[in-house]
C-alpha cells in the first residue's frame, strides 16, 4: 500500500516562502511520477506541479509558475514543493499524489494514490 505524509505547511505572509516535503512509501519511489495538488474551501481540487519519475520533466499551471518549484530525492523517496512570492490566493490545503506511472499528469482523476495534505495559510 502506498502511503504519502505531507509535511512543511503553515502560516506566512504575503510574499514569504515555504518548503513542503511529502515523503512515500510502499513502492519503489523513483519508477513513479508525483504531484502537488491543492484545494481552498469551497473550491475545487486543482493541479499545482508535478515532476517525471526521473526528475527530468516538470510542469506548472501559470498561477505558480515562476514562483513555485517542485524537485524530488529519490534516494530519501521524497518530493518538494519550493513556495515562493506566496500570495493569499495561495491559501489551501496542499496534497502530494503519485499514479502508476512515470510521466508527468495534470488532472486530478488520472492520480491514484494521496497523502492527508498540509494547510498552507498565507497572510496579507
Known amino acids: 500500500q502506498v502511503h504519502l505524509v505531507e509535511s512543511g505547511g503553515g502560516l506566512v505572509q504575503a510574499g514569504g516562502s515555504l518548503r513542503l516535503s511529502c515523503t512515500a512509501s510502499?513502492?519503489?519511489?523513483?519508477?513513479?511520477?508525483m504531484g502537488w495538488f491543492r484545494q481552498a474551501p469551497g473550491k475545487e481540487r486543482e493541479f499545482v506541479a508535478a515532476?517525471?519519475?526521473?526528475?527530468?520533466?516538470?510542469a506548472y499551471p501559470d498561477s505558480v509558475k515562476g514562483r513555485f518549484t517542485i524537485s524530488r530525492d529519490n534516494a530519501k523517496n521524497t518530493v518538494y514543493l519550493q513556495m515562493n512570492s506566496l500570495e493569499p490566493e495561495d491559501t489551501a490545503v496542499y496534497y502530494c499524489?503519485?499514479?502508476?506511472?512515470?510521466?508527468?499528469?495534470?488532472?486530478?482523476?488520472?492520480?491514484?494514490?494521496w497523502g492527508q495534505g498540509t494547510q498552507v495559510t498565507v497572510s496579507s
Open positions: 499524489a503519485t499514479h502508476r506511472g512515470s510521466t508527468v499528469r495534470l488532472g486530478v482523476r488520472e492520480y491514484d494514490y
Open positions: 515532476i517525471s519519475a526521473s526528475g527530468g520533466s516538470t
Open positions: 510502499g513502492r519503489t519511489f523513483s519508477i513513479y511520477a
